[in-house]
């Protein structure tokens, strides 16, 4: 649902990130995945394939900071994003992007050694903003 967000509406992108409505980071995790989504208007949820997760934590300052900061980092990187998104998930041992724009969806795959810092990648500013978007919903009391 959240790769549909522009066509089902979701206000246009702050100047910030002109070009970025959205991102959805699919992880792999305990036999399924780990799904992050950071929208445009504050929408900001963690969740898992198995059942789970924390759903609207955008409401939290600090969550919100970290969910526009990650779509500021993801313009400044949108060139790395080329291949037109399908929706499907990761092969197994990457951790694929899929980055929202008003022009339709784009998507990258990173290696997971690269996702969780075994290993350098050219994404590096957009993983390190992921990670610490993760770490705010996961800090978040009550998120």
Request: no cysteine.
């Given at each position: 649902?959240?790769?549909?967000?522009?066509?089902?509406?979701?206000?246009?992108?702050?100047?910030?990130?002109?070009?970025?409505s959205?991102a959805?980071?699919?992880?792999?995790?305990?036999?399924?995945?780990?799904?992050?989504?950071?929208?445009?208007?504050?929408?900001?949820?963690?969740?898992?394939?198995?059942?789970?997760?924390?759903?609207?934590?955008?409401?939290?300052?600090?969550?919100?900071?970290?969910?526009?900061?990650?779509?500021?980092?993801?313009?400044?990187?949108?060139?790395?994003?080329?291949?037109?998104?399908?929706?499907?998930?990761?092969?197994a041992?990457?951790?694929?992007?899929?980055?929202?724009?008003?022009?339709?969806?784009?998507?990258?795959?990173?290696?997971?050694?690269?996702?969780?810092?075994?290993?350098?990648?050219?994404?590096?500013?957009?993983?390190?903003?992921?990670?610490?978007?993760?770490?705010?919903?996961?800090?978040?009391?009550?998120?």
């Amino acid at each position: 649902m959240a790769l549909d967000a522009v066509s089902g509406g979701l206000p246009p992108p702050s100047p910030g990130h002109p070009d970025v409505s959205g991102a959805v980071v699919d992880v792999a995790a305990q036999g399924g995945f780990a799904t992050l989504t950071a929208l445009t208007d504050g929408t900001t949820s963690l969740y898992t394939s198995g059942g789970g997760g924390t759903i609207g934590a955008g409401s939290h300052a600090a969550v919100a900071q970290a969910t526009e900061n990650l779509l500021s980092v993801l313009q400044a990187h949108l060139d790395a994003f080329q291949r037109p998104d399908d929706g499907s998930l990761p092969e197994a041992g990457m951790v694929r992007f899929h980055v929202l724009t008003p022009s339709g969806t784009r998507f990258e795959d990173v290696p997971e050694d690269s996702f969780w810092g075994r290993a350098p990648h050219e994404l590096l500013p957009v993983i390190a903003a992921t990670q610490q978007l993760i770490t705010a919903v996961r800090e978040t009391p009550g998120a």
